[in-house]
């Protein structure tokens, strides 16, 4: 039987850990389906994404040979700030997955030469 999980990022400036809105997140299933797209908050925040996941009864009895979570691929993007690439964040039934998104300014990356 199917189950939810959920995903929750916080968005934030390196260095100071100030939250940063508007941060377009992006989560996409590894086949490259949009699952779900949403903008933070002013406290860098967004809304608890549901992803569908195995039941957790999955994950509660061993060498059953099914992969008790999902895999998803999460995508972070600010102009004027270097965008972040996830891949394989896994989701869980019943489970809140949290991912801090540490967004670096592209004034602070070395130039090229």
């Given at each position: 039987m199917p189950a939810t999980?959920?995903?929750?990022?916080?968005?934030?400036?390196?260095?100071?850990r100030l939250p940063l809105q508007d941060v377009a997140v992006t989560v996409t299933a590894p086949d490259g389906t949009a699952l779900a797209l949403q903008l933070t908050d002013r406290s860098?925040?967004?809304?608890?994404?549901?992803?569908?996941?195995?039941?957790?009864?999955a994950s509660q009895t061993p060498d059953t040979g099914e992969i008790p979570f999902v895999?998803?691929?999460?995508?972070?993007?600010?102009?004027?700030?270097?965008?972040?690439?996830?891949?394989?964040?896994?989701?869980f039934a019943d489970t809140t997955t949290g991912?801090?998104?540490?967004?670096?300014?592209?004034?602070?990356?070395p130039t090229q030469r």
């Open positions: 999980g959920y995903i929750q990022v916080y968005a934030y400036s390196s260095y100071a860098g925040k967004i809304a608890p994404i549901p992803v569908p996941v195995p039941d957790k009864a895999a998803v691929n999460l995508q972070a993007r600010l102009r004027g700030y270097e965008k972040i690439f996830i891949k394989g964040l896994q989701i991912q801090d998104l540490e967004m670096i300014p592209l004034s602070e990356l």
